[in-house]
């Protein structure tokens, strides 16, 4: 599975980008997909992941009540809805998926991952 994530750019403190992530083949119900970032000189981090059975979603103590996640199955597709950047939302942004319909916060417990897209926020 190729995982192509898209939706990055430039913005302004307050402002609000939508990304989205398209699976080379449709994802399934099976499938958990997660956001990370990773700001220079820094680790990636989990964003936001969605899966199926258990909790819908969960988010990074850091995006809470800014971004929201969904999922598109049909069309394989997911998006992390971010609103209220801030300049620290800055990074390069990546989709990944895992072989388990479970959410983690891990980036080691998934197994696709996608080329990143950047996001820049200014003040």
């Known amino acids: 599975v190729q995982l192509q994530a898209s939706g990055g750019g430039s913005v302004q403190a307050g402002d609000s980008l939508r990304l989205s992530c398209t699976a080379s083949?449709?994802?399934?119900?099976?499938?958990?997909m997660g956001w990370f970032r990773q700001a220079p000189g820094k680790e990636r981090e989990f964003v936001a992941a969605i899966g199926w059975g258990g909790p819908a979603a969960s988010y990074a103590d850091s995006v809470k009540g800014r971004f929201t996640i969904s999922r598109d199955i049909a069309r394989g597709t997911v998006y992390p809805q971010m609103n209220s950047l801030k300049p620290e939302d800055t990074g390069n942004y990546y989709c990944?998926?895992?072989?388990?319909?479970?959410?983690?916060?891990?980036?080691?417990?998934?197994?696709?991952w996608g080329q990143g897209t950047q996001v820049t926020v200014s003040s």
């Open positions: 990944a998926g895992r072989r388990s319909a479970a959410i983690s916060n891990l980036a080691s417990a998934y197994n696709y």
């Open positions: 083949r449709r994802t399934s119900s099976n499938n958990a």
